[in-house]
């Protein structure tokens, strides 16, 4: 078995095995732009598992991104179509190239890593942590708020390409949690049927994509209006953007909104997802959880040399020893210390620590990232904390207050 990039020659090979490992899901425009990736990749470097006869049995796209981590962009790596060949099943294959894509990322100075999952449970055992989540609220357009003015609004023309994409990259640049990729972000934007802009004052200041779903229906007059990504600098073109929704309500059954704003339902005058599927038989659904990326270190030490401020000042100069459990990267598999002191954070050499943080690496990913808070690890006894005196200290000194949002799917 060999595991290499993908050579031009080898294409026919790669979109066969990517084709039959995501049958409904490949997009026609990736097995088109294959030849071209393996000559000057603009999407990512496709990594290669081969048999012994040269045949190839699993194939992934590694994609370079830049990350907001903690207010400071990062470099991030990401695996994207990870697949086996059938007639190779459960013979670690995908696990075989994950683990080498890690560490080509972490070798050449990438801290670390994401993906989207598609069983959470597969990918935590290679160290994993749960980051990102939206919430999908679909209420009916006549009960979404109205605030009598969309003048703003008009859909984007090939000239306002890259004006949106300048404004997509300032508000990753300011979000904890998003990401940059100049390939994915054209696509994933402009490729979407409808694309929606606010300009006021001749500047633009938000912008959002969507689609139409068909509803099940006894005519073909409705459908729900899918929002797929939303982003604005401020309240008023919010309202704009509400005015617009709330205007539908000939043709259009619900507004499905993907949002981060886990209080965004206060924006609508009736909540009800319109699902029924209501608890106790009363409590109506008002919206639903869905899980976004994993988030993982790819780099212990090389993850803290650029993460070396606080979320907050800590109320005491300490010397934190993290002792870490990563069962997938050998090089992870260590004991690190910490010397914090006011809002930073550096490793230090000390032999003696104030406390200590047993974790394992996908749970420390999911604290760093501001997934999930300190207490909670510890209240499920997930982690250990020598002195649970130092609890918030920890918490704001290598955890984040902010839950990540990212739009970005690869």
């Not at 984007?156 to 949106?164: K, M, Q, V």
């Not at 509803?215 to 005015?243: G, N, P, S």
Request: charged share 25%; net charge negative.
């Amino acid at each position: 078995m060999e595991i290499r990039f993908v050579e031009p020659a080898e294409v026919e090979q790669l979109r066969r095995n990517v084709q039959t490992a995501f049958p409904s899901k490949t997009p026609q425009a990736l097995l088109d732009n294959m030849p071209e990736e393996l000559v000057r990749p603009e999407e990512g470097r496709y990594l290669g598992c081969f048999d012994d006869d040269g045949t190839m049995i699993g194939s992934l796209l590694m994609m370079d991104f830049e990350m907001n981590v903690r207010g400071k962009m990062m470099k991030m790596g990401a695996p994207a179509y990870v697949s086996t060949n059938f007639l190779h099943k459960k013979e670690h294959i995908a696990r075989n190239l994950l683990r080498v894509q890690m560490g080509v990322f972490a070798q050449t100075g990438t801290a670390v890593g994401a993906l989207h999952p598609f069983n959470p449970a597969f990918y935590r055992k290679m160290g994993y942590g749960y980051c990102t989540e939206q919430v999908m609220y679909s209420p009916r357009p006549q009960y979404i708020r109205s605030y009598g003015d969309k003048s703003g609004l008009s859909y984007a023309g090939p000239e306002d390409e890259e004006e949106i994409l300048e404004f997509y990259r300032q508000y990753a640049r300011k979000t904890h949690g998003a990401t940059i990729h100049p390939f994915m972000d054209k696509h994933r934007i402009f490729d979407e049927p409808y694309v929606v802009v606010c300009r006021r004052n001749g500047k633009i200041t938000g912008y959002l994509t969507f689609d139409f779903v068909q509803v099940d229906h006894y005519t073909d007059m409705y459908h729900d209006l899918a929002v797929r990504e939303l982003i604005c600098e401020d309240m008023e073109t919010m309202k704009q953007f509400l005015t617009f929704f709330a205007s539908q309500t000939d043709q259009i059954e619900r507004v499905r909104i993907y949002t981060y704003e886990e209080y965004f339902h206060i924006l609508f005058t009736n909540p009800d997802s319109g699902e029924n599927r209501a608890y106790d038989g009363a409590i109506q659904e008002t919206g639903r959880k869905i899980m976004g990326f994993m988030f993982r270190i790819l780099d212990l030490e090389e993850y803290f040399r650029q993460q070396s401020h606080c979320d907050k000042p800590v109320s005491r100069a300490f010397t934190l020893e993290l002792q870490i459990e990563d069962d997938f990267m050998e090089s992870n598999n260590k004991t690190i210390r910490l010397r914090v002191d006011g809002d930073r954070v550096c490793q230090t050499d000390a032999q003696k620590a104030d406390v200590i943080l047993k974790a394992k690496i996908a749970d420390l990913s999911s604290l760093v990232v501001g997934a999930i808070p300190l207490e909670t690890f510890l209240w499920s006894e997930q982690m250990e904390c020598s002195d649970h005196a130092y609890v918030q200290d920890i918490q704001n000194a290598i955890g984040w207050s902010r839950k990540p949002k990212n739009y970005t799917y690869f």
